[in-house]
């Protein structure tokens, strides 16, 4: 199936804790995203790489780091996860301005539900 | 920055009635609308999408109007089944890079039987 996916889907964790969300889009999109959705189901960009390159970085902690290791792939690394932290955190990936195919639309992934006890 | 606001944020309409949701826009330099559709614990996907060069688009039983001037645009939902039930955002970017896309509150959307 081509689609965008995420590890884990829930992820329960302790204050204080590290953790990854890993995430894959077999679309062939060059753009991708992370997106925090809180609980009043607020949908708020955290970061955008495009291929690879960090290109939107929107005022989020340092605790939070993502990492591209190639165009498909884009990782995020939160150390010292705090109670305001619990959200549901998608990923998505979209087609280059530029490029042919629907550009503009981005596909999101299942989504983490994290909860920080 | 861009900033989104989206009314109302709870909408309940009868089944077979319509159902209009509005939100407006502060970058003049925005043009591209798209609308994602989130139904409850799944993943928010695209609608229906307008892009500045067009004031009206439709879709079967969704429509979308733009009204640049005003920087305010719509999501029309005509003939409303259950399964229309969700929360529906809309959201604007600047197609030059279609980057950075700034999503409203959302609205989140009953239909009753």
């Known amino acids: 199936d081509t689609a965008v996916s995420q590890t884990p889907k829930y992820l329960v964790t302790q204050m204080g804790n590290d953790k990854s969300i890993k995430c894959e889009q077999n679309l062939g999109h060059d753009t991708m995203y992370w997106y925090k959705q809180d609980s009043k189901k607020f949908l708020k960009i955290m970061f955008s790489y495009n291929n690879k390159e960090l290109i939107i970085n929107e005022t989020v902690p340092n605790r939070f780091s993502p990492k591209s290791p190639d165009k498909a792939h884009l990782n995020l690394h939160i150390n010292s996860l705090e109670l305001g932290d619990s959200a549901v955190y998608f990923c998505?990936?979209?087609?280059?301005?530029?490029?042919?195919?629907?550009?503009?639309?981005?596909?999101f992934g299942p989504g983490t539900r994290l909860t920080v006890t | 920055g861009e900033n989104v606001e989206q009314h109302p944020s709870t909408l309940s309409v009868q089944e077979g009635d319509s159902a209009v949701i509005k939100c407006t826009y502060s970058d003049s330099a925005s043009n591209y609308f798209p609308w994602y559709k989130q139904e409850l614990g799944k993943r928010p996907q695209l609608i229906i999408d307008i892009r500045s060069n067009v004031g009206e688009k439709k879709d079967q039983r969704i429509a979308v109007t733009l009204n640049k001037t005003a920087k305010h645009f719509s999501l029309h939902i005509t003939e409303t089944q259950p399964e229309d039930s969700a929360v529906y955002f809309c959201?604007?970017?600047?197609?030059?890079?279609?980057?950075?896309?700034?999503f409203g509150p959302g609205t989140s959307l009953s239909v009753i039987p």
């Open positions: 998505a990936s979209s087609v280059q301005a530029g490029t042919s195919g629907r550009v503009g639309e981005q596909y």
């Open positions: 959201a604007a970017s600047n197609g030059a890079s279609y980057d950075k896309v700034i």
